[in-house]
């Protein structure tokens, strides 16, 4: 199965201008942690977390009413293509340490996949729920 047909296409984007505060409305009002961050052409610069928020902005006591989401941003996003396939969108997770990719298509952004998403498609396929398990799960330690 290819990532394009278990990540979420409804995207919620935010702009690298826009202000930290604004960019936090919107992850409270999609019920979101993270959003992706484009150009006013589209394209993908990075991504914003509710983390990058707390920490690079408030923590560091920035004002999130003028500061932009490109002072904060994480930039550089580790991304999946869509037609990949959903071991790989799996192990590219665990290598980069991210809950979250931005899924693109001819280099446009197309979706995101979350764990949430591989939590349902491993449900359906045991070599995807085989490699969830190798990168989502902690492992066990010797005490």
């Known amino acids: 199965m290819q990532v394009k047909d278990f990540m979420s296409s409804h995207l919620i984007t935010v702009d690298r201008e826009e202000t930290v505060a604004a960019a936090a409305r919107l992850l409270s009002r999609h019920n979101v942690g993270a959003l992706p961050v484009t150009t006013q052409g589209g394209k993908l610069v990075g991504m914003l977390t509710d983390r990058d928020i707390t920490v690079r902005c408030v923590a560091a006591n920035f004002d999130p009413n003028i500061t932009?989401?490109?002072?904060?941003?994480?930039?550089?996003?580790?991304?999946?293509?869509?037609?990949?396939?959903?071991?790989?969108?799996a192990r590219t997770m665990g290598k980069h340490q991210v809950r979250r990719l931005p899924v693109t298509h001819d280099g446009r952004l197309v979706g995101m996949l979350s764990q949430a998403d591989f939590a349902a498609y491993a449900d359906q396929n045991g070599e995807a729920a085989q490699a969830f398990r190798e990168v989502f799960e902690p492992e066990l330690r010797d005490e």
């Open 68 to 89: 932009r989401v490109r002072t904060v941003m994480s930039s550089g996003a580790v991304t999946v293509p869509a037609e990949e396939s959903g071991v790989h969108a």
